[in-house]
């Protein structure tokens, strides 16, 4: 029972990994480590925590998480931050950034006794950023945990959030792309995907079966999805005319655009409409407005598929395309961000930049039946590689060895 | 780590992890590449040749350094991307001379160019350094015949350090394995040559294994 959520991942990603882990976590046996954030529900990064926080713990490290309060103001705020950072021009208004700073000063009273003490902090997002500044007595070390782009945010907001970020002993992004300049070391971490989630997990044939039956989707013929929120930079528009091009040569395709309701933002709303315009009077093409936590059936929408699209103008990691992969499909990406990494021309999918070049090699795939399945294969071995969360738990171990060890390219333990 | 040329000294299976770190540096042209290439860290023109087989990414399997793929992919220059893949990094003494290498390969190149090369602006090259962290795995051989079982379940980290890292520690520049049987004086020197076969550089980590293993299991006939 002791190591049975490990013993599962051994299961999937091999006993060797979980040995590495194994062997990786004994120097940092006996320390205190924290992980803050600002929900517990929602979100990629609780859902990220609710894996990780356990397996550490499994591993023998004493680790908790913690979770700031705040009221609608501070929310708003850091919406705020979090679309200023990923690009759009906002201003804030002062009563909100007061808001921010209010709500920061009283976690600190509630948890700065249980920070302070911590050999290790991570502190992810912007949410509790300044929580640093408002723990004079710490002791261990902080890292800044960013899960978002922040290549091009707005000056502005960067100045004044930048602020609070400089006293920490590290930050960590996803990828090199998305990092601005601080005056600490600037670890990198792969965002990963969970393969016990229920958006992961394997599935029966015939759950899948009832799954398609559900949205009218035919099994015995080819299927294309996107997985993705109606947003311009997804291009959903571009990927019907990918499938309109590509039905001309294989009529029997089936489309599926899969996302999350529409929200209240207006430029959602709008989208989707044009989604649902240039659907119209296509019986094949599905447009499917599934709740936040329909996992499994996008786990069933993705096994019923063909090939998975991810026809992205601009990107940040793309985990939907690491899902699609670790479902053994291969991916026609958008040739940006981390779709990059992960979609490699021929090998595990296609990248494109157009509506036709996505055509061109979905009509390969679906006339070249061998390659297709070979493409999958692939692919899934690849997220095995790489992508699993056992490689992002491996790589957190590892800066944190880093950390507490100190400078110097090598650190030799016994 | 392995002792080298002590007679059978056990061979300690060791593992390691890299930490990757930006160093902040980045490079949208060519001119720009060849200035930061001139300036960064020792360890990132090592992480660009050898710890991408270490991080998430599919092995690209036209080009084997990080600065051939961008010269392909990102400037669209199929010539000097060519050049660039064509550097061994088995072949220099240290990090310094390979940096030469890449130095003059790309002033070669701009001679011979009118213009400069430009990526995209979400193309741009990351410099990228490493922290390894090298622990052990509890596991110890002493005889050779022991590689036919143990060498199938070692990790990627394991092959890197014990294949790869190895050629940067070892007397002679040898990956661990060669290293160790040359303790056993000359009675191992037909899998000593198979071995120093193996290109690691074309290869990602699995598949090295799987050669790896291939080729212990061939030589000791599965007598382990």
């Known amino acids: 029972m002791m190591n049975e959520m490990l013993d599962q991942y051994a299961s999937i990603a091999g006993e060797h990994v979980v040995d590495q882990l194994r062997q990786l976590v004994k120097p940092l046996k006996g320390i205190r480590v924290v992980h803050v954030n600002s929900t517990r529900k929602g979100g990629g990064v609780a859902e990220i925590l609710h894996k990780l926080v356990p397996l550490k713990q499994e591993l023998g490290i004493d680790v908790s998480w913690e979770v700031i309060e705040g009221d609608s103001d501070f929310f708003s705020c850091t919406k705020s931050f979090h679309n200023a950072l990923q690009g759009n021009r906002i201003k804030i208004p002062s009563r909100l950034i007061d808001a921010y700073e209010r709500v920061n000063r009283r976690n600190a009273e509630r948890l700065g006794k249980v920070l302070e003490q911590a050999d290790i902090v991570f502190v992810h997002d912007p949410q509790p950023a300044p929580l640093l500044g408002l723990c004079p007595e710490r002791k261990g070390k902080w890292i800044w945990r960013c899960h978002i782009d922040v290549s091009r945010p707005d000056r502005a907001v960067w100045k004044y959030l930048r602020n609070h970020l400089t006293g920490y002993d590290a930050s960590v992004f996803s990828l090199a792309a998305f990092a601005q300049p601080l005056p600490h070391p600037e670890y990198l971490i792969a965002p990963s995907i969970d393969p016990l989630s229920e958006k992961n997990i394997d599935l029966e044939e015939s759950e899948i079966d009832a799954v398609a039956e559900q949205f009218g989707i035919d099994r015995g013929r080819p299927l294309m999805l996107q997985v993705s929120r109606f947003d311009s930079f997804k291009d959903p528009i571009g990927v019907i005319r990918t499938y309109q091009l590509t039905k001309t040569f294989v009529p029997t395709l089936q489309l599926v655009l899969a996302g999350g309701e529409a929200t209240d933002d207006p430029e959602s709303q709008k989208i989707l409409d044009e989604v649902r315009a240039s659907a119209e009077g296509d019986p094949d093409i599905h447009v499917l407005l599934l709740p936040a936590d329909a996992h499994r059936t996008i786990n069933a929408l993705q096994r019923a598929a063909d090939i998975v699209l991810q026809k992205s103008l601009r990107e940040g990691f793309g985990l939907t395309v690491t899902e699609g992969m670790w479902k053994g499909k291969p991916v026609i990406g958008g040739d940006t961000g981390g779709i990059r990494i992960q979609v490699v021309n021929h090998q595990t999918g296609f990248l494109v930049s157009t509506p036709e070049g996505a055509a061109l090699r979905a009509r390969y795939l679906l006339f070249h039946r061998d390659l297709l399945q070979e493409m999958g294969r692939k692919a899934k071995n690849s997220v095995l590689e790489n992508f699993l969360l056992t490689r992002h738990l491996r790589e957190y171990l590892t800066l944190m060895v880093s950390l507490l060890h100190g400078g110097g390219d090598r650190i030799e333990l016994e | ?224």
């Open chain 2, 1 to 224: 780590m392995v002792k080298t040329n002590k007679i059978h000294n056990p061979f300690e299976i060791r593992d390691c992890a890299l930490a990757a770190i930006a160093t902040g540096q980045k490079a949208q042209n060519l001119r720009e590449l060849l200035q930061s290439i001139r300036s960064v860290v020792p360890g990132s023109i090592v992480y660009h040749f050898w710890a991408g087989k270490l991080r998430p990414r599919f092995d690209d399997p036209e080009f084997n350094n990080d600065f051939a793929a961008w010269a392909r992919h990102a400037l669209h220059d199929k010539l000097l991307a060519e050049r660039l893949g064509m550097i061994d990094p088995t072949m220099f003494e240290g990090v310094e001379p390979l940096r030469q290498e890449l130095i003059d390969i790309i002033e070669e190149r701009l001679d011979e160019t009118e213009r400069i090369p430009w990526s995209d602006p979400d193309q741009q090259f990351h410099f990228i350094t490493s922290q390894i962290v090298v622990f052990g795995s509890q596991r110890v051989i002493r005889e050779p015949r022991e590689l036919v079982t143990v060498v199938p379940s070692m990790t990627s980290g394991s092959i890197f350090y014990h294949f790869i890292d190895a050629r940067r520690r070892t007397f002679g520049h040898m990956d661990d394995f060669r290293a160790w049987l040359y303790g056993f004086n000359d009675r191992y020197h037909d899998l000593i040559d198979l071995l120093a076969a193996v290109d690691p550089f074309f290869s990602s980590l699995p598949e090295l294994r799987r050669q790896l293993s291939a080729l212990f299991e061939e030589y000791f006939g599965g007598n382990a």
